[in-house]
């Protein structure tokens, strides 16, 4: 019989829509299980071949799961406020609702003809009135409690795309978007105050299943330091407090920096001898973004102030005060005391502007460089820390500034506030009114949603306001506590805020009481599995593991952390090893796939295409392999026999494959799953028959990869129900003991490491092994496989260029 797939994968989506298969089910005694990936931005293009890796994965844990007797919640929705849809409404003066249902209906039908098994009557779409609703609402409870705050502050500027970016947004000093340059300028803008989470957003970290390398990006990016304030008596007869991570080096502070923008500046005009230079120098910095005064090798600049110095503490010594911007305003206390001899910056500086360097710790050669490894080091030049560690001289200074009242022990975050506001149309409007009697003011809850309204132009206003600044009639309105004349905000939010929440809103979609029922969320919650990219580990994961410990503060939601286990995928590359994308003619169309080869081969190429977590290449040579082997699958049927349990040649081998698929899902090996299936097939074909006891397992084990076939041979077979209704197979550990055999791997005749294979394993199954150590994947990333040889049990070498 032919293999007809297309055929089959309509038929079984039909079934599976008609009988709402998918669906979670509301009995909440049911043992349950909740994965979850990010939901898409549904841009014009479509589906990209990089989206279904994270859902197929994680589809695959889902229907595991669903034979494995738990009830499981695998939802799907659109995040569909952003740029991108606001831009194209612009240019083509169509409504951006109408584009994002166009692009919505688009990628709805692309996932469904993939055969992925969500929950679709949970479908949200956060620019839907009913879903912002409660993003609105959570904005509200936030701002209760002193979470939002609207702030004067030099925001990040894009020149093109004319919107406030965050720091996150500005990638290597351009907009990430659109690669637009950035500038600094001051605006009023709504923020969230993450800051009061930074401590608990490290901590909790300690209590979930994340891949350790997400949990280092988390800690790195909030960036917790330990260190002490100091404060330097001045010539002006105040003092000026520094953050220091190394007060053991004090004797060594040869001259101190205060950033641009510091108030001290304004504090001592009247004793200062050169104001307009200094403040010509602000204007200057004004103009660099964070990440461009900060860079290490850029060439220090500097003012010193005349007319004020700073008195070093712990000797007495005059040392001048400079401005550069090499100190930020928003760190610490935005004034340094400057190493030279201890810190590459300082000593850059020291070097340019002819200032003492003191090594304060024994070991490099500070004239040639500062002496920075300098951890373990020996103090020197230190009066009373002189021949301490520099371990033992932390603790005894910290104490002698603490006795003194000089200084304090103090931790600081470089983690910065949220900035919560975009001066653009299509996101949800902030639910607050301005007053000129009460201030700020938030709009009663029995009002919301408050809609986006009907303007006639997208196009933000040529002082970067909003277009609903030019809306009168909707901006003036009434104070809701006094009744009087009030202005609505009309910043909208930023494109995080409707994801910050979303998987609080799958447990319950159709609420219009809360934004979910107490019940449903300590049922679903926490998420058992998220996976989705490393991109947004330190934004969208962040931010919304912050909404969720507000909101769990408030009582609102039962757990304090929102995702037990986090995994991240490795993107698909071009067939030549460089990022997908239009410009470079290399991108691969899911439609023309899933045409072609069908979704089961899809699927199952996608999870084998290499390491589920490292970035892969496509290859049409290997989705045809891919597409033989359901083939052959399919052809097992002409060869099936009576007998009900495992035949004696097979029985160990089923055993094994048992364990090693159940198992490589858990661990997001799903390449070397499907290598196993493979393996086995070759062996069944070898036999030439395979039992129904056999066929069964097979099918149950291929069945969350290629879920179409499966169901259609266990009809065909007439095994009695529908697959997706049978139970997850077992095995006996006592059956899967195996002769292996350790083999090298080589990369290009290198050697790259060893791996345990079971003797006799096929070619394809040694590959994907292979493949899975880092090693050989960083070796063949971004080149394509041009061979394999494989010598049985001794070796396999893999070319490529
Ligand atoms: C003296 C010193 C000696 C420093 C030494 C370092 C090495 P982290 O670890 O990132 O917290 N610093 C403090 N505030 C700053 C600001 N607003 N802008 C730029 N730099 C600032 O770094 C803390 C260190 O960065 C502080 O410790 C300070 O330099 C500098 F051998 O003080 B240190
Ligand atoms: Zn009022």
């Given at each position: 019989m032919r293999y007809d797939f297309a055929a089959i994968e309509k038929k079984w989506q039909d079934i599976w829509e008609k009988k709402g298969t998918f669906r979670a089910k509301d009995d909440y005694s049911l043992p349950k299980y909740y994965a979850l990936v990010e939901f898409p931005y549904p841009s014009g293009q479509g589906l990209h071949v990089g989206h279904p890796r994270s859902y197929t994965a994680l589809d695959i844990v889902a229907r595991k799961r669903r034979l494995q007797g738990y009830n499981v919640l695998y939802p799907m929705g659109w995040d569909a406020f952003g740029l991108p849809t606001e831009n194209f409404a612009i240019k083509n003066h169509i409504h951006p609702e109408i584009v994002t249902k166009k692009n919505v209906a688009r990628f709805k039908q692309q996932l469904k003809s993939l055969g992925?098994?969500?929950?679709?009557?949970r479908e949200i779409n956060t620019t839907d009135p009913n879903y912002y609703k409660w993003t609105q609402w959570i904005f509200l409870q936030l701002f209760k409690k002193g979470l939002a705050y609207k702030k004067e502050m030099a925001v990040n500027w894009c020149?093109?795309?004319k919107v406030v970016l965050a720091n996150e947004e500005v990638v290597n000093g351009v907009c990430e978007r659109c690669g637009g340059e950035v500038i600094r300028k001051v605006k009023s803008q709504w923020m969230l105050k993450i800051t009061d989470y930074a401590q608990k957003l490290i901590d909790d970290l300690d209590e979930v299943d994340y891949l350790e390398r997400i949990k280092t990006q988390q800690r790195n990016w909030i960036g917790r330091s330990t260190g002490a304030e100091v404060n330097f008596k001045t010539t002006a007869g105040d003092t000026l407090t520094i953050y220091t991570t190394r007060p053991d080096t004090l004797f060594g502070a040869t001259y101190m920096v205060i950033a641009p923008e510091h108030p001290n500046i304004e504090k001592w005009s009247s004793l200062i001898e050169n104001m307009p230079e200094l403040i010509a120098y602000r204007e200057q910095s004004a103009r660099k973004s964070d990440f461009e005064r900060t860079e290490v090798q850029k060439e220090k600049t500097g003012v010193e102030i005349k007319g004020v110095k700073a008195i070093n503490p712990v000797n007495g010594r005059e040392i001048p005060i400079f401005v550069s911007d090499y100190v930020l305003m928003s760190y610490g206390t935005g004034a340094i005391m400057a190493v030279p001899a201890h810190d590459t910056r300082d000593w850059e500086f020291a070097k340019k502007f002819g200032l003492p360097i003191i090594e304060v710790v024994k070991g490099g050669d500070v004239e040639k460089e500062a002496f920075t490894d300098c951890e373990t080091g020996i103090m020197v030049n230190?009066?009373?820390?002189?021949?301490?560690?520099v371990q033992e001289a932390q603790v005894k200074i910290k104490k002698w500034l603490t006795e003194k009242g000089i200084g304090r022990e103090k931790v600081n975050f470089k983690l910065r506030d949220w900035v919560f506001s975009r001066q653009r149309y299509w996101g949800e409007p902030i639910p607050l009114v301005h007053c000129e009697k009460c201030g700020w003011v938030p709009i009663p809850e029995d009002q919301l949603p408050l809609r986006l309204p009907e303007v006639e132009s997208y196009e933000p206003t040529d002082?970067?306001?909003?277009?609903?600044?030019?809306?009168e009639d909707w901006v003036n309105t009434t104070c809701p506590k006094c009744g009087g004349k009030a202005r609505r905000e009309t910043d909208t939010m930023p494109q995080w805020a409707g994801s910050s929440w979303y998987f609080l809103r799958y447990c319950d979609p159709h609420n219009d009481k809360e934004l979910a029922s107490k019940e449903a969320l300590e049922y679903w919650l926490p998420v058992d599995w998220y996976n989705g990219g490393m991109?947004?580990?330190?934004l969208h994961l962040l931010y919304s593991r912050f909404w969720n410990k507000a909101l769990y503060d408030m009582g609102i939601v039962p757990y304090k952390e929102p995702y037990k286990k986090r995994t991240s995928h490795g993107m698909i590359l071009g067939e030549n090893g460089e990022k997908m994308s239009k410009s470079r003619g290399n991108v691969v169309n899911p439609d023309e796939i899933v045409k072609e080869y069908g979704a089961d081969t899809m699927r199952l190429y996608e999870m084998f295409i290499g390491d589920f977590e490292k970035a892969a290449p496509w290859s049409s040579a290997s989705i045809k392999g891919c597409r033989r082997f359901l083939e052959r699958v399919f052809a097992l049927q002409d060869i099936v026999?009576?007998?009900?349990g495992y035949s004696k040649e097979l029985e160990s081998s089923m055993h094994k494959c048992i364990k090693k698929v159940s198992e490589d899902i858990e661990n997001l090996k799903f390449n070397t799953a499907i290598a196993a299936m493979m393996s086995l097939l070759n062996e069944i074909t070898d036999k030439g028959s395979i039992t129904r006891g056999e066929l069964k397992t097979l099918l149950l084990l291929l069945n969350p990869f290629a879920p179409h076939i499966t169901e259609e041979l266990w009809e065909i077979e007439k095994f009695g129900g529908m697959l997706n209704e049978q139970k997850w197979p077992e095995y006996d550990e006592e059956k899967c003991k195996d002769d292996s055999v350790e083999i090298p791997v080589q990369v290009n005749g290198k050697l790259k490491g060893t791996i345990t294979i079971p003797v006799g394993a096929e070619k394809e199954q040694v590959q994907a092994m292979a493949q899975s150590l880092d090693k050989v994947a960083s070796a063949i990333a971004g080149k394509n496989i041009i061979k394999v040889i494989y010598i049985q049990n001794k070796l396999i070498n893999i070319v490529a260029k």
């Open positions: 992925l098994s969500f929950d679709w009557s020149t093109s795309c230190s009066d009373f820390l002189n021949g301490l560690t002082n970067g306001e909003s277009p609903l600044a030019a809306m991109e947004h580990t330190t026999t009576d007998e009900e």
